[in-house]
């Protein structure tokens, strides 16, 4: 590529790298807690809202529910993320979910896994970047009345941020990742002073509201589905836990000990989070409505559409810090940046996930190979489209995403610790060593409770989510499936049908003989140059071979190649029709079909331009026609090409921009050795 198209992008992704420098884009764990935990933390933000939402249904009294979900959400998330420490430990690679189940359960089941992730990463940035929108959009109107458009630019900018490295993005994200995480703690610790020894009372701005219940008094099966339902929307607190498992590649060594570390750092951080806000939540009386406008009432009205219902966390950032405050203003900002960054864990985990695919022929070779910044800049550029493509159908509406959401994470989750349970006992099958097969069985409890109960977290999410949009999360994972399994069997098949036999071939015999065709438009240097070529190759049989369009062309062309005494023979083919293409291929498909052991090379001259308008004004026909030649079997097509004027031109201004030096890039003159001062001694 010429100086002049790579400088915009060195300017938006940075210098190449060399690829000896790998090793200075891994993570150190300070680094890579904001780069793949983002998600789980940032999620604080939303999932006890989400409960809150669903609770809101049977009125402000099924609040007094919300502590108990919030106990089995955290012993979920400690029950998932001590089963991931086993996997990371087990299967440092990065393969992750997707090699656990491969390697014990079989290549379908790792399908199953990695189409569920796959989708539930796209899932992450569409559903990260529109709840970030939202809370901005509380702020700055422009925003949300540009919900997609920004959306968009924000995925733009994120996809830029990575495409330059992962370390680098990761160090942008790291200052506002902490500070939500520190400013989400302080205002737990500040609402428990204030409550629990200034015996403060702190109201949020909606406690005086009351929510009228979309069903009232409700018992037996339909409050354990309304329980189970909360349950499921406050799980999204776990999305995100595997991406650690898939980027163990990506921490500094000892990989897997650090990698086990940022998942027990980012559990215990998370819960903390999730239950501090829930309870202020409850201390005060925070309320949320699915319907705001006709269900939360103020004196008995409803409060009408120009109501705007801020998040969970708002509200009781409001009541412990006052509005307005600067640690209330400093919590809002950094709340709605981390959202945007919570992204992130899938722009790490995506790419990941499919550079693995591709190296295991399920998803196109080029997700495998790294960019110029070592990032894998084609799966990164792919998420982002996806997720574009969400942002756009569903108008950067969270409430209708996250309905999608995290049916695919706990696909992986169940798969993922179940094969881990057969990792266990083919182990256990042959280890003899007490402590080691005592380690074993310790893990493989973890493991098999781990299974069942995200297996059971499934099956709830699924109930209770299927006709809320968790079905089009089930047919993305569908199309993922189908689509992989398909590139697999091509490259299978191409595998097969190109592989190298043992024995003598049909490919190894050497053609009877060679029969040379020149293209010929017109005399010229091209035409002069290509046959002169040809007579190079001593082909058995060589001829020219015009196309007659025009008469009067033809027969002028007839007469310069007699008078300029060619030593080959020149054939012209009629075509009625004007074509040039069809004739050609015809008469080359009948030489293979007289002579079918003979080869037939097709030479074609063709002009080297500078500029891109020239390209379309050249090579048109040729390009056809090399395109169709291709499917011929038996005829080789060579291009001899011409170089002009521009071309020679524009390799001029290439060497000249790449000689060119920046003022003070290059030292005048040699540096000089300043000769020894003579000593007292001398």
């Excluded at 399908?111 to 899932?123: G, N």
Aim: glycine residues 8%; contains cysteine.
């Amino acid at each position: 590529m010429s100086k002049l198209t790579d400088v915009p992008k060195r300017i938006l992704i940075g210098r190449a790298l060399r690829s000896d420098r790998l090793g200075e884009t891994l993570l150190p764990k300070r680094i890579a807690l904001p780069v793949f935990a983002s998600d789980p933390l940032s999620s604080v933000a939303y999932a006890p809202g989400e409960v809150l939402l669903v609770l809101s249904i049977a009125g402000v009294s099924a609040y007094r529910f919300s502590p108990w979900i919030a106990v089995a959400v955290v012993v979920l998330m400690f029950t998932v993320v001590a089963s991931y420490r086993q996997n990371v430990h087990a299967y440092p690679s990065g393969g992750g979910d997707y090699e656990v189940a491969t390697t014990n359960l079989g290549p379908k089941a790792g399908l199953t896994v990695a189409s569920a992730l796959l989708v539930d990463y796209v899932l992450t940035v569409a559903v990260s970047i529109a709840s970030g929108i939202e809370n901005l959009g509380s702020a700055i109107p422009f925003v949300v009345q540009h919900k997609v458009l920004c959306a968009a630019a924000v995925i733009v900018l994120l996809t830029l941020m990575n495409l330059r490295g992962v370390k680098e993005s990761g160090k942008l994200f790291a200052i506002p990742t902490f500070v939500f995480v520190g400013g989400v703690f302080v205002m737990i610790a500040w609402g428990a002073f204030r409550g629990l020894v200034l015996g403060d009372t702190m109201r949020a701005p909606t406690a005086d509201y009351h929510i009228k219940a979309e069903h009232q008094g409700l018992a037996g099966f339909a409050l354990v589905f309304l329980l189970l339902r909360a349950f499921s929307s406050g799980c999204a607190a776990l999305t995100g836990v595997e991406a650690i498992s898939n980027g163990v590649p990506a921490f500094r060594k000892p990989k897997s000990k650090n990698a086990a570390t940022t998942l027990a750092m980012m559990g215990l951080l998370a819960v903390t989070m999730f239950c501090g806000i829930i309870a202020l939540a409850m201390v005060t009386k925070v309320r949320m409505a699915e319907h705001p406008a006709t269900d939360l009432l103020r004196g008995g009205v409803p409060i009408g559409s120009d109501y705007v219902q801020n998040p969970v966390i708002s509200q009781v950032a409001e009541a412990v810090f006052g509005k307005g405050s600067f640690l209330f203003i400093l919590l809002a900002a950094a709340t709605a940046l981390v959202l945007f960054l919570a992204a992130n864990t899938a722009y790490n985990g995506f790419p990941l996930l499919g550079s693995i695919l591709a190296q295991d022929r399920y998803l196109p070779r080029q997700l495998h190979t790294r960019g110029d910044r070592l990032a894998f800049s084609n799966g990164i550029v792919l998420l982002a489209g996806a997720a574009m493509l969400l942002v756009f159908i569903y108008g950067a509406d969270s409430t209708r995403l996250i309905q999608l959401y995290i049916v695919g994470v706990f696909v992986s989750f169940t798969l993922s610790q179940t094969g881990m349970v057969r990792h266990w006992n083919r182990h256990l099958a042959v280890e003899k060593d007490p402590a080691k097969r005592s380690h074993m069985i310790r893990s493989r409890a973890i493991n098999a409770f781990g299974a069942f109960f995200t297996g059971l977290v499934l099956v709830v999410v699924l109930v209770t989510k299927f006709t809320h949009g968790a079905w089009v999360a089930l047919l993305g994972m569908c199309i993922f499936y189908a689509t992989m399994t398909a590139i697999r069997k091509h490259y299978d098949r191409v595998a097969e049908e190109i592989a190298a036999p043992e024995g003598p071939s049909d490919d190894m015999v050497r053609p009877s003989r060679v029969h040379s065709v020149v293209l010929i438009s017109k005399i010229h240097r091209p035409t002069l140059r290509a046959l002169a070529y040809a007579k190079l190759m001593r082909s058995d049989t060589l001829e020219a071979l015009t196309v007659n369009v025009d008469p009067a062309e033809t027969k002028a062309l007839r007469e310069e190649w007699e008078r300029r005494g060619i030593d080959v023979p020149l054939k012209v083919l009629d075509s009625p029709y004007r074509e040039i293409t069809r004739p050609v291929i015809e008469y080359v498909k009948g030489l293979r079909k007289e002579s079918p052991r003979d080869a037939v090379s097709v030479i074609i001259p063709e002009y080297v331009v500078g500029h891109w308008y020239e390209h379309l004004l050249h090579n048109q026909s040729a390009l056809r026609l090399k395109g169709r030649l291709l499917f011929t079997p038996g005829v080789m097509v060579t291009s001899v090409p011409y170089q002009l004027q521009s071309s020679e031109a524009a390799r001029a201004r290439a060497r000249k921009r790449q000689e060119w030096n920046a003022p003070g890039a290059v030292r005048r003159g040699p540096a000089v050795e300043r000769p020894k001062e003579p000593s007292a001694k001398d």
